[in-house]
């Protein structure tokens, strides 16, 4: 083999560690809406939640369990990702990063803001006003602001058979809830709270991708999501936790039974599990196929969440999802066969200067 | 400048000083940040990767390691910045966190 049919070789094989990166990141996080929606049926969850609702009603209910749910799986996550950077030997690079507030840093705090209060509010926001489907398509949406966002600030480049195939898959994935948004639109009893909740969704997680494509520029990923979700749980302990329970909110008096009740444990550290190492996916993707193929993928933890939730709780979706079946398959035989030349780089041809 | 800070960091100065090539770079980076396993090395020329497909750096030459420079059969490859590298660089640079003199 020869230098340049080496290099060719190389250059397929970093590739595809970025797809793969991105197929993990899919089926890690759909994996997690298995813990992540036990959260919502054993104690001290459901606890919590019922006490909330006699005095602020379902909705004020709801978001108060997000944020204890939020925060014990930011927590979790965070431990986890310990045993990683064990491992990887990367404790070093975190203290070298965490120090940088402003040429890197900043972006993983704002990526924590963006992914943790901002989407999941506003996603339990849509699902409490207009409804879960409406809320499952916001948050499915997010690839396709992700990518704008990414190529107008942070100067990726996608090829146009990139794009169609991201849109296609997108599609493909939001068509599962089609019958249901249908539904909802139609009952009229969608608020405006509950729009305002799907656009804080999408854009959550829509500016979290552009600052990880920016800070994932300087910064080493397995260093990076450590930093970002301990940032995270920073945000759901330091903060808002505390916050509610200044307010007169009864949310401490369950935090202590997460860590004594086994069966919630027990269900927090596998959240945690997956979805830790679901971030690990999807930051190690980023510098690899940069940020609007990632998100793409990403989208599909809908397409593994519904083939779980059927295979481990029976919930069987509707009908439109064979035809969301078919449409993510032709998105990624489109994204894969691209041209593998136009990932040499994420921004475009470069040139050297000198 | 950039010595003991994040290794992106580093790597993107001594880019920015002139080409140089992976063999060069990577056990000058493993001796500055004490990083002396092969695992490390690894994990160097993996950032160096990254920022390349960021755009921030081209390939400009490459070579079978034939005489076990680095490592007897991979490719080494040489390495330009770009201007998008460059600036990356100057921002990073304008932006960075003061450090305790030591003494």
């Given at each position: 083999?020869?230098?340049?049919?080496?290099?060719?070789?190389?250059?397929?094989?970093?590739?595809?560690?970025?797809?793969v990166?991105?197929?993990?990141?899919?089926?890690?996080?759909?994996?997690?809406?298995?813990p992540?929606?036990?959260?919502?049926?054993?104690?001290?969850?459901?606890?919590?939640?019922?006490?909330?609702?006699?005095?602020?009603?379902?909705?004020?209910?709801?978001?108060?369990?997000?944020?204890?749910?939020?925060?014990?799986?930011?927590?979790?996550?965070?431990?986890?990702?310990?045993?990683?950077?064990?491992?990887?030997?990367?404790?070093?690079?975190?203290?070298?990063?965490?120090?940088?507030?402003?040429?890197?840093?900043?972006?993983l705090?704002?990526?924590?803001?963006?992914?943790?209060?901002?989407?999941?509010?506003?996603?339990?926001?849509?699902?409490?006003?207009?409804g879960?489907?409406?809320?499952?398509?916001?948050a499915?949406?997010?690839?396709v602001?992700?990518?704008?966002?990414?190529?107008?600030?942070?100067?990726q480049?996608?090829?146009?058979?990139?794009i169609a195939?991201?849109?296609?898959?997108?599609?493909?994935?939001i068509?599962i809830y089609?019958?249901?948004?249908?539904?909802?639109i139609?009952?009229?009893?969608?608020?405006?709270?509950?729009?305002?909740g799907?656009?804080?969704?999408?854009?959550?997680?829509?500016?979290?991708?552009?600052?990880?494509?920016?800070?994932?520029?300087?910064?080493?990923?397995?260093?990076?999501?450590?930093?970002?979700?301990?940032?995270?749980?920073?945000?759901?302990?330091?903060?808002?936790?505390?916050?509610?329970?200044?307010?007169?909110?009864?949310?401490?008096?369950?935090?202590?039974?997460?860590?004594?009740?086994?069966?919630?444990?027990?269900?927090?550290?596998?959240?945690?599990f997956?979805?830790?190492?679901?971030?690990?996916?999807?930051y190690?993707?980023?510098?690899m196929?940069?940020?609007?193929?990632?998100?793409?993928?990403s989208?599909?933890?809908?397409?593994?969440?519904?083939?779980?939730?059927f295979?481990?709780?029976?919930?069987?979706?509707?009908?439109?999802?064979?035809?969301?079946?078919?449409?993510?398959?032709?998105?990624?035989?489109?994204?894969?066969?691209?041209?593998?030349?136009?990932?040499?780089?994420?921004?475009?041809?470069?040139?050297?200067?000198? | 400048?950039?010595?003991?800070r994040?290794?992106?960091?580093?790597?993107?100065?001594?880019?920015?000083?002139?080409?140089?090539?992976?063999?060069?770079?990577?056990?000058?980076?493993?001796e500055?940040?004490?990083?002396?396993?092969?695992?490390?090395?690894?994990?160097?020329?993996?950032?160096?990767?990254?920022?390349?497909?960021?755009?921030?750096?081209?390939?400009?030459?490459?070579?079978?390691?034939?005489?076990?420079?680095?490592?007897?059969?991979?490719?080494?490859?040489?390495?330009?910045i770009?201007?998008?590298?460059?600036?990356?660089?100057?921002?990073?640079?304008?932006?960075?966190?003061?450090?305790?003199?030591?003494?």
């Amino acid at each position: 083999m020869d230098a340049e049919e080496m290099k060719r070789t190389n250059h397929r094989k970093k590739v595809k560690y970025g797809y793969v990166m991105g197929v993990f990141l899919a089926l890690l996080w759909g994996l997690w809406y298995v813990p992540g929606s036990l959260m919502w049926v054993i104690d001290p969850f459901v606890s919590l939640y019922n006490d909330v609702a006699v005095t602020h009603g379902d909705i004020g209910a709801m978001l108060v369990t997000a944020v204890l749910i939020s925060g014990a799986n930011a927590l979790m996550a965070t431990v986890v990702l310990v045993i990683w950077n064990a491992y990887m030997h990367k404790f070093k690079e975190m203290k070298r990063t965490i120090v940088e507030l402003k040429a890197v840093q900043k972006y993983l705090i704002a990526a924590a803001v963006f992914a943790g209060p901002m989407a999941v509010f506003g996603s339990y926001l849509a699902t409490g006003f207009a409804g879960a489907a409406f809320s499952a398509v916001a948050a499915l949406a997010f690839p396709v602001v992700g990518t704008i966002l990414t190529t107008k600030f942070a100067g990726q480049r996608l090829s146009k058979r990139a794009i169609a195939g991201i849109l296609t898959i997108v599609m493909g994935c939001i068509s599962i809830y089609a019958i249901g948004l249908v539904d909802e639109i139609s009952s009229g009893r969608m608020e405006m709270m509950g729009y305002v909740g799907g656009l804080m969704a999408v854009f959550g997680w829509g500016l979290e991708g552009l600052v990880i494509a920016k800070g994932m520029d300087v910064s080493e990923p397995d260093a990076a999501f450590h930093l970002k979700m301990l940032s995270e749980t920073g945000i759901w302990w330091i903060i808002i936790i505390p916050i509610l329970a200044l307010a007169g909110i009864p949310i401490l008096e369950y935090v202590v039974n997460i860590f004594t009740d086994p069966a919630a444990l027990l269900v927090v550290t596998c959240s945690g599990f997956a979805f830790g190492y679901c971030t690990i996916c999807y930051y190690k993707a980023y510098p690899m196929i940069g940020a609007g193929r990632t998100m793409g993928l990403s989208a599909l933890n809908a397409m593994v969440a519904v083939v779980f939730l059927f295979a481990l709780t029976g919930s069987v979706p509707d009908w439109t999802v064979l035809i969301g079946g078919v449409l993510v398959f032709i998105g990624l035989i489109l994204m894969f066969y691209e041209k593998k030349e136009n990932l040499e780089s994420i921004r475009g041809e470069q040139e050297a200067i000198e | 400048m950039m010595e003991g800070r994040p290794i992106k960091f580093r790597l993107l100065e001594m880019f920015n000083e002139g080409g140089k090539w992976n063999y060069e770079v990577i056990p000058q980076v493993q001796e500055e940040y004490q990083m002396n396993t092969k695992f490390e090395a690894d994990c160097i020329n993996f950032d160096i990767i990254e920022i390349c497909t960021a755009g921030f750096l081209v390939k400009t030459e490459t070579k079978i390691d034939e005489e076990g420079i680095y490592r007897q059969g991979s490719l080494l490859i040489k390495y330009q910045i770009t201007q998008l590298g460059r600036d990356q660089f100057e921002t990073i640079a304008r932006n960075l966190s003061k450090r305790r003199v030591k003494t």
